[in-house]
């Protein structure tokens, strides 16, 4: 490889605005840090595309920008995310996610030390889902103008052909699974945040879900009408969204929502609802009744869908509401979140 | 989270419904108003409407500090905030309060306006310490309960000796409000309305304790119950008003007892009343002008108040005209009787004050409750 002036100073150094400036030193920072985390024969020959084969099926191609603060929180960071949120994004299409992009946009100053666990932590979930880092952009901010770091990725998978998961599929009837525990992201990322600091175990669920899928589409094929990750907006706004395209409502039931009393309990603290906390290695999957008890089972065999729920079923309605039956006998809309989530005051 | 479990059993609320039906008695209306509202909120999220019988009607009040603070006060603090040597720390659920004409503290803040949402009061006095130089000026809000935490600020700024933090105050008290809603005369295009009992808030009891409300028992002959904001608290607090208006009762009853006593805190009571005083009049979104239902800062305080330190002159605006908060913060109408509910009026786009918290009836019943009135609609 070509010789570089100086070395990396992983420990001690930092970003500085020569390494997003198209010079040796970005190039060393490429090569020297991202190449060596991500480790494989297409970035190796260090062309600005990759060029790849696909194999027979549709292909499906998803992007997503993370900006989450703060950067490292228990159960992940920025990175390991970046590559979980478009795996799952792909693997939503019931298809097997192949290579992915990763942009960077850096701010002056960031450590260097960072940067390394951050690109290690990706290309480790990459591996383990599965995937490649073929591609990506490194580019280096002035401080102040980026939160430390924004990462964009970008992915491509493949559908088999007459496996069409989409959001307008889901009919009368049809039942409501998800594949665990709701808001454990959301809380955990809370947890670190300054001013909100509490004491709580819960670690973000951030995982990816493509092998999930592929055992449940084995175990319910053409019964799954749709799925889909329950992220910002959390299980609320996804269920939303599907009754409009869908044009139905839901009936949910809230004793069957697997929720960890640790995270009822910050929500509780919060004034927040569980239901509407992100999550980032969740599924939501709308499926026909005759499907469910064999795709339940698929789910909770997988070490991802241990504690999987049938939380309840579509309905006829021209309102689009998601309603709900209380743990405590009572009936109530979820609805969309309004505005950002803001704890209450009293 | 254990306990909060023991207080939203599924079948100890059953049992209590099945009680509530069978002590009501259906030749006559019961109506009463839960005050706070994080008792509207309980209500509206754990659906127990539909476990009262139609006899049995809650009327939301108007106990939500972010609901009652009038758009003047919002303009107020919006000019304050638009000023450069000013940083100004609020709660999070002021952000989106409407002020005159769409303002709103979210918006000044993305035009530009140093505001920062904080989560205690401690948070603002950090603020001031990381910005010497700047004017820090916390807008405080809210009851009886978050009066005791701007104290400790007030306090903690005289100790680290922080010359650059204030205080926009706008904390004001219960009772007097309830009193206003008891005497209001029939009142033009509103009309008046008939309350057989109040559900008291806990959280402002836990600090002024019970005795305040031995007042509206014994004045007006209503019944009082001091009830927590788990779902079982409120049922059983129900329980306990249909047996007092049953038995032609009206006594401070105290359903709350495991964090409530008669005196309340003795200590928060006093630092309160050692800093602050009554305000001869305060303005209230719904309600008007109440005497003496607000608070201010004492003379010997008036360094740490924003309204002196920082020459902030009253504003008053009036709401939307189509606006029926006024109506709806005392009970007469329904969120689904004002014209703008749902269409133009959303939590999205507040047009008035009961839309913007999640305590508020209208934002409670458009969020949790409106498929009900689908459900009457398609019943009738
Ligand atoms: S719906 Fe909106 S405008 Fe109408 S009373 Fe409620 S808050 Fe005011």
Redesign the pocket.
């Known amino acids: 490889m070509k010789a570089y002036q100086r070395k990396l100073d992983i420990r001690n150094g930092c970003v500085d605005l020569s390494h997003g400036s198209g010079g040796r030193a970005m190039a060393q920072l490429i090569s020297g840090l991202f190449h060596e985390a991500f480790g494989n024969e297409w970035l190796a020959r260090g062309n600005d595309q990759s060029a790849f084969d696909v194999g027979a099926g549709r292909m499906v191609m998803t992007t997503d920008g993370y900006v989450v603060s703060p950067l490292f929180f228990p159960g992940g960071n920025i990175g390991s995310l970046a590559v979980h949120g478009t795996v799952n994004d792909i693997a939503m299409a019931g298809a097997r996610p192949l290579y992915l992009s990763a942009s960077f946009i850096i701010e002056e100053g960031f450590r260097f030390a960072d940067l390394k666990m951050i690109a290690e932590s990706m290309g480790e979930a990459a591996r383990t889902a599965g995937v490649h880092i073929v591609t990506g952009d490194t580019k280096v901010v002035e401080r102040g103008k980026a939160d430390g770091l924004f990462i964009s990725t970008a992915g491509v998978g493949v559908v088999p052909h007459g496996l069409d998961l989409s959001a307008e599929n889901a009919r009368v009837g049809d039942r409501v699974l998800i594949s665990g525990t709701l808001g454990d992201h959301g809380v955990a990322i809370m947890s670190k945040r300054q001013n909100l600091a509490f004491e709580t175990e819960i670690v973000s669920d951030s995982a990816a879900l493509n092998d999930l899928v592929a055992k449940m589409v084995e175990a319910g094929g053409r019964g799954i009408r749709l799925m889909r990750d329950p992220t910002r907006g959390g299980l609320a706004a996804t269920l939303n969204e599907i009754a409009l395209q869908s044009d139905l409502g839901f009936h949910l039931r809230e004793e069957a929502i697997p929720v960890k009393p640790g995270v009822a309990a910050a929500c509780e603290l919060l004034g927040l609802d569980p239901l509407h906390v992100a999550n980032e290695g969740k599924l939501v999957a709308i499926l026909a009744p005759e499907n469910t008890a064999a795709v339940l089972a698929a789910m909770r065999a997988h070490p991802l869908g241990r504690d999987a729920a049938d939380i309840g079923e579509a309905v006829a309605d021209d309102h689009h509401f998601v309603q709900m039956a209380t743990s405590f006998g009572g009936g109530r809309i979820v609805d969309w979140l309004s505005g950002e989530q803001l704890p209450r005051i009293c | 989270m254990k306990y909060a479990d023991e207080f939203r059993d599924k079948e100890i609320a059953l049992g209590l419904a099945k009680a509530i039906r069978a002590e009501a008695d259906p030749q006559k209306l019961y109506r009463f108003m839960e005050f706070c509202g994080g008792h509207t909120h309980a209500i509206s999220r754990y659906g127990l409407e539909d476990m009262l019988p139609k006899n049995v009607r809650m009327i939301h009040g108007p106990g939500c500090p972010v609901c009652v603070l009038p758009a003047g006060r919002i303009d107020m603090a919006i000019r304050l905030a638009e000023r450069p040597d000013v940083i100004l720390c609020v709660y999070g659920d002021l952000m989106r309060v409407p002020g005159s004409q769409g303002a709103s503290l979210l918006k000044a803040k993305a035009r530009g306006a140093d505001i920062r949402m904080v989560y205690s009061t401690i948070d603002a006095i950090r603020i001031a310490q990381d910005n010497a130089g700047r004017e820090v000026v916390f807008f405080a809000i809210g009851f009886e309960t978050t009066t005791p935490p701007t104290a400790v600020m007030i306090r903690l700024a005289q100790k680290k000796q922080l010359e650059n933090v204030t205080v926009f105050c706008n904390h004001v008290l219960t009772p007097p409000a309830m009193q206003n809603i008891l005497e209001s005369p029939d009142i033009r295009n509103i009309g008046r309305i008939e309350i057989d009992g109040f559900v008291g808030p806990a959280h402002v009891s836990t600090i002024i304790g019970t005795a305040p409300y031995e007042f509206f028992a014994e004045e007006f002959g209503k019944p009082v119950v001091i009830a927590g904001f788990e779902p079982l608290d409120m049922m059983q607090a129900i329980l306990m008003l249909v047996r007092q208006v049953n038995e032609d009762r009206h006594e401070v009853e105290n359903q709350y007892s495991r964090a409530v006593n008669r005196d309340g805190n003795l200590r928060a009571k006093e630092e309160v009343s050692d800093i602050f005083e009554l305000r001869d009049q305060f303005e209230w979104r719904g309600l008007g002008q109440v005497p003496y239902s607000g608070l201010k800062l004492k003379r010997a305080y008036a360094i740490y108040d924003a309204e002196l330190r920082c020459d902030m002159h009253e504003l008053r605006v009036d709401?939307?005209p189509?606006?029926?908060?006024g109506?709806?913060l005392r009970g007469v109408k329904k969120?689904v009787d004002?014209?703008?509910?749902?269409t133009v009026?959303t939590p999205e786009t507040?047009?008035?004050?009961?839309?913007v918290s999640s305590e508020?009836?209208?934002a409670a019943h458009w969020t949790y409750g409106r498929f009900r009135d689908h459900q009457q609609r398609r019943v009738s």
């Open positions: 709401d939307n189509a606006c029926e908060c109506a709806i969120p004002c014209k703008l509910f749902g009026c507040p047009m008035g004050s009961c839309m508020g009836g209208c």
